[in-house]
């Protein structure tokens, strides 16, 4: 069964930094499409970020252009999110997830297996 327990997160000012990372378990991690999404309060479930199973692709959402990294390391079965330049608006509940193939990646509905979420709050 596959697991995904993220870690990381936060409080932290705006413009400062943070690493969340998400590790799977129970599957063969290469194979796996890896994304991050996130949720505010009051509002739906958004894409931030999506990398490829071997880390050659990733798509960004615009927000997160130039200011996240998303990567991974498959050896350690662990995808990062690297946040830099945090603003106030970044505050949310991250979610990493798990899709077996790149298609539709933006979309939450394409991913099979989520974290548990972790909460990121950034102070102006």
């Known amino acids: 069964q596959v697991q995904l327990v993220q870690s990381g997160g936060g409080l932290v000012q705006a413009g400062g930094s943070l690493r969340l990372s998400c590790a799977a378990s129970?599957?063969?991690?290469?194979?796996?499409?890896m994304g991050w999404f996130r949720q505010a309060p009051g509002k739906g479930r958004e894409f931030v970020a999506t990398?490829?199973?071997?880390?050659?692709?990733?798509t960004y959402e615009d927000s997160a252009k130039g200011r996240f990294t998303i990567s991974r390391d498959n050896a350690k079965n662990t995808v990062y999110l690297q946040m830099n330049s945090l603003k106030p608006e970044d505050t949310a509940v991250y979610y990493c997830?798990?899709?077996?193939?790149?298609?539709?990646?933006?979309?939450?509905?394409?991913?099979?297996?989520w974290g548990q979420g972790t909460q990121v709050t950034v102070s102006s």
């Open positions: 997830a798990a899709n077996s193939r790149w298609s539709r990646v933006t979309m939450a509905t394409e991913y099979s297996y």
């Open positions: 129970g599957v063969t991690f290469s194979t796996l499409v």
């Open positions: 990398i490829s199973q071997l880390g050659g692709m990733t």
